[in-house]
């Protein structure tokens, strides 16, 4: 079968299709046939920092859908030929997977395979983000940076569905703006001084919740964009900047708190709980019909592409590998 590998940190360039065997599924796995595979900011950075990457040859992919080829010792709950969407710790640019039976789930009946791709981690990111990190009341308002791209058209859709006051976007460029705010978000600003902007647009108040995956700089503009008691998540650091440091000082006369979360981090210590929480996202999006846009789909052998268009900043919504 055909997987993507990586032998060397680098380029988009460095990402090669290789011939290796079918895996067999282990006690507690299964092998997944894969119809589709998500690509994320995560696979990009796996290649071009080492962001995960323990040793090489390294296969990157942390999402699919497809149909259940095998199943290991032990998996019950899950049939041969079942169409299934997986989170896996790696390896899911390839034809044949194997997973982790507890982060592997039926495809809910609204999607088919294609959308339940996209959905899986991009929803339970920002299903996480907003309820279990945040814990976004009703009416309180909301700052989202990235908010054209994957996470961010489902998590503002998701903290609209919340019932959210009022759902703030930052994007780079201004055709992003104009596109996300088809995805929940009522005010979309543009720019490196988007705390200014957001503290006119609230009349100097602030936000209450403040999702941050860039670091640096930015993670330093959202902490200055909290209302009194707000919150901000640091859920990334696409800026590359050194570790934020943030103390009694920053934080204790407007009550603020500061908290980080990784899905990739929660599946690898907590699989159960990764389990209940993509559920109960799942759940909330059949419920309140959110979908995430899927703009562009490449071969597998073109997985170098995709890198490419994610990290040009001119990618929108979310984009696929098509596998078979
Ligand atoms: N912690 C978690 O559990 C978790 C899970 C999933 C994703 N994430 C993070 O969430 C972010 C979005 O992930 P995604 O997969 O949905 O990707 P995406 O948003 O579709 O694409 C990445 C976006 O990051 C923004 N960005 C900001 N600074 C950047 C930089 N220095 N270089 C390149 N892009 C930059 C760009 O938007 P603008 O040009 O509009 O700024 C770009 O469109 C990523 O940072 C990712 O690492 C975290």
Same mark, same amino acid.
């Given at each position: 079968?055909?997987?993507?590998?990586?032998?060397?940190? #680098?380029?988009?360039?460095?990402?090669?299709?290789?011939?290796?065997? !079918?895996?067999?599924?282990?006690?507690?796995?299964?092998?997944?046939?894969? !119809?589709?595979?998500?690509?994320?900011?995560?696979?990009?950075?796996?290649? $071009? +920092?080492?962001?995960?990457?323990?040793?090489?040859?390294?296969?990157? #992919?942390?999402?699919?859908?497809?149909?259940?080829?095998?199943?290991?010792?032990? +998996?019950?709950?899950?049939?041969?030929?079942?169409?299934?969407? !997986?989170?896996?710790?790696?390896?899911?640019?390839?034809e044949?997977?194997?997973?982790?039976?507890?982060?592997?789930?039926?495809?809910?009946?609204?999607? %088919?395979?294609?959308?339940?791709a996209?959905?899986?981690?991009?929803?339970?990111? #920002?299903?996480?983000?907003?309820h279990?990190?945040?814990?976004?009341?009703?009416?309180?308002?909301?700052?989202i940076?990235?908010?054209?791209?994957?996470?961010?058209?489902?998590?503002?859709?998701?903290?609209?569905?919340?019932?959210?006051?009022?759902?703030?976007?930052?994007?780079?460029?201004?055709?992003?703006?104009?596109?996300?705010? %088809?995805?929940?978000?009522?005010?979309?600003?543009?720019?490196?001084?988007?705390?200014?902007q957001?503290?006119?647009?609230?009349?100097?108040?602030?936000?209450?919740?403040?999702?941050?995956?860039?670091?640096?700089?930015?993670?330093?503009?959202?902490?200055?964009?909290l209302?009194?008691?707000?919150?901000?998540?640091?859920?990334?650091?696409?800026?590359?900047? =050194?570790?934020?440091?943030?103390?009694?000082?920053?934080?204790?006369?407007?009550?603020?708190?500061? $908290?980080?979360?990784?899905? /990739?981090?929660?599946?690898?210590?907590?699989? =159960?709980? /990764?389990?209940?929480?993509?559920?109960?996202?799942?759940?909330?999006?059949e419920?309140?019909?959110?979908?995430?846009?899927?703009?562009?789909e490449?071969?597998?052998?073109?997985?170098? !592409?995709?890198?490419?268009?994610?990290?040009?900043?001119?990618?929108? #919504?979310?984009?696929?590998?098509? +596998?078979?």
């Open positions: 079968m055909r997987a993507v590998v990586f032998e060397e940190l #680098g380029g988009p360039e460095v990402l090669q299709v290789a011939e290796v065997s !079918a895996p067999e599924p282990g006690p507690g796995q299964v092998a997944v046939d894969v !119809a589709w595979s998500g690509v994320n900011f995560a696979d990009a950075k796996a290649r $071009s +920092v080492g962001y995960r990457v323990e040793s090489f040859p390294f296969r990157p #992919g942390l999402e699919v859908s497809g149909t259940v080829r095998a199943l290991g010792a032990g +998996v019950s709950g899950l049939t041969v030929g079942q169409h299934v969407v !997986a989170m896996v710790n790696g390896g899911g640019y390839a044949t997977v194997l997973v982790p039976a507890e982060t592997t789930f039926a495809v809910p009946e609204a999607l %088919d395979l294609r959308d339940a996209a959905l899986t981690t991009v929803l339970a990111t #920002g299903y996480a983000l907003l279990e990190v945040a814990r976004l009341r009703e009416g309180e308002t909301v700052l940076q990235g908010a054209a791209g994957g996470v961010g058209t489902a998590t503002g859709q998701l903290a609209r569905a919340a019932g959210a006051g009022r759902v703030f976007g930052i994007v780079s460029k201004a055709e992003k703006a104009a596109y996300a705010k %088809d995805f929940g978000y009522d005010e979309v600003f543009v720019g490196e001084d988007f705390d200014e957001v503290l006119r647009a609230t009349d100097g108040r602030g936000v209450d919740v403040a999702l941050d995956p860039v670091g640096g700089e930015s993670w330093r503009r959202s902490v200055a964009s209302a009194r008691y707000g919150r901000a998540v640091a859920f990334g650091n696409a800026s590359e900047a =050194a570790p934020w440091q943030i103390g009694f000082g920053d934080l204790a006369v407007r009550g603020l708190s500061v $908290s980080g979360f990784s899905i /990739l981090g929660l599946g690898a210590t907590d699989p =159960a709980r /990764l389990r209940e929480l993509t559920e109960r996202a799942f759940r909330e999006a419920r309140a019909g959110i979908t995430v846009p899927i703009t562009a490449f071969p597998l052998d073109q997985a170098a !592409a995709a890198h490419e268009l994610l990290e040009s900043r001119t990618s929108m #919504g979310k984009l696929l590998l098509r +596998v078979r």
